[in-house]
């Protein structure tokens, strides 16, 4: 072979040193690692995987692929109201990879490890002829019993978003060559937001307590909104003008109005979404404004089925309410 170093000199240099914060992980040296959930918490856990060919190009920049895999599986933790603590790597490698491209795949991972307080605890690392594909597993922390479900949203209560939504639909639209005519910064700026998601884990943890409800938008605003109302058994209700957007996006609804059904229903947000008593507002917006992370209300749910968005016009849009499906 020779394209590679053997795989466990690949962990030692490359994956190794990742794990250096985490005492359990055994400096990758062991069939296994430990962790411990200190007393009064407990363990969330989830996994995602990106495949090449479907969730990243061969030739996109390895440091964003890492990024993006350990992300993903951040904003759901985030969403969950945890704190990341450690996470597990599964990596399949096709015949493209070669020994800088785990060189800068790691150097990525590094970088967020770093900005998000997380650690490598373990992983397994093969080849394959097919394409690439990367499993992460992350795990979070979080007071016993306090986790944010999709199914506990109660009528009255109001619907939330943080951050901006369609910019990461907007980002690939633009990838494909469209909005020629919206600014170069504004283009990068759309771009970057689907590249890299920013999980939004300053966020999660100020909700425990007073969310009813909460998942990470990476389907399409309307159709995780969807998940939140059939899962607690209600109908929402929610307005388009108050959905948040960028700059950037504002400016593409300016000129082509037309595309706020792809903003509404386009995914790749990861913003979180949630339902709360309004009373808990200001309470959770201090809290968070420190991150910099606008919340904004957007609706409300109420007894009922499905999901109804109200244009400028005060009628009821009608919008393919999917997501996206690989099935
Ligand atoms: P086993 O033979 O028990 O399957 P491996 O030889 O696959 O163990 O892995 C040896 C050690 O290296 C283990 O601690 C494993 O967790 C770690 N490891 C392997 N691949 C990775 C990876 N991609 N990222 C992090 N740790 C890894
Ligand atoms: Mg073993």
Redesign the pocket.
């Known amino acids: 072979m020779g394209r590679l170093p053997d ?2 000199a ?2 030692a240099r490359y ?2 040193p ?2 250096s914060g985490v005492p359990g ?2 400096g ?6 430990t962790f411990v959930t200190p007393p009064g918490f407990e363990t969330v856990v989830t996994t995602d995987a990106l495949v090449e060919g479907v969730h990243f190009l061969a030739e996109d920049p390895p440091g964003l692929v890492a990024r993006k895999a350990l992300r993903v599986n951040l904003s759901d933790l985030a969403a969950k109201g945890a704190k990341p603590t450690i996470y ?4 399949s490698l096709g015949p493209r990879v070669d020994e800088a491209w785990i060189a800068s795949f790691a150097a990525g991972l590094e970088a967020d490890q770093s900005e998000f307080g997380i650690g ?6 093969t080849s394959t002829p097919g394409p690439t594909t990367i499993a992460v597993t992350a795990m979070g922390a979080l007071p016993r019993a306090s986790v944010l479900r999709r199914e506990n949203a109660k009528a009255g209560d109001t619907v939330f978003v943080t951050g901006t939504i369609g910019d990461g639909a907007l980002g690939l639209s633009v990838l494909k060559g469209e909005l020629g005519w919206l600014g170069a910064a504004e283009r990068d700026a759309l771009v970057a937001r689907y590249r890299l998601p920013q999980p939004r884990t300053a966020v999660g943890p100020y909700l425990l307590g007073r969310a009813s409800a909460a998942l990470d938008v990476s389907d399409g605003l309307v159709a995780d909104l969807g998940h939140i109302a059939r899962a607690s058994g209600l109908a929402a209700t929610i307005e388009a003008e108050r959905v948040p957007l960028s700059p950037a996006a504002s400016a593409v609804l300016a000129r082509e109005p037309g595309r706020l059904a792809s903003v509404l229903t386009g995914g790749d947000d990861y913003e979180i979404l949630f339902t709360m008593p309004s009373r808990y507002f200001d309470a959770v917006s201090t809290s968070v404004a420190k991150s910099g992370v606008p919340i904004t209300a957007i609706g409300r749910m109420a007894e009922g089925t499905g999901v109804i968005v109200l244009g400028k016009d005060g009628a009821a849009m009608s919008l393919d309410q999917g997501g996206y499906r690989h099935f």
């Open positions: 795989e466990f690949l962990i994956f190794a990742l794990a992980a055994a990758l040296r062991d069939d296994a690692a597990l790597l599964a990596l490598l605890a373990g992983g397994d690392t």
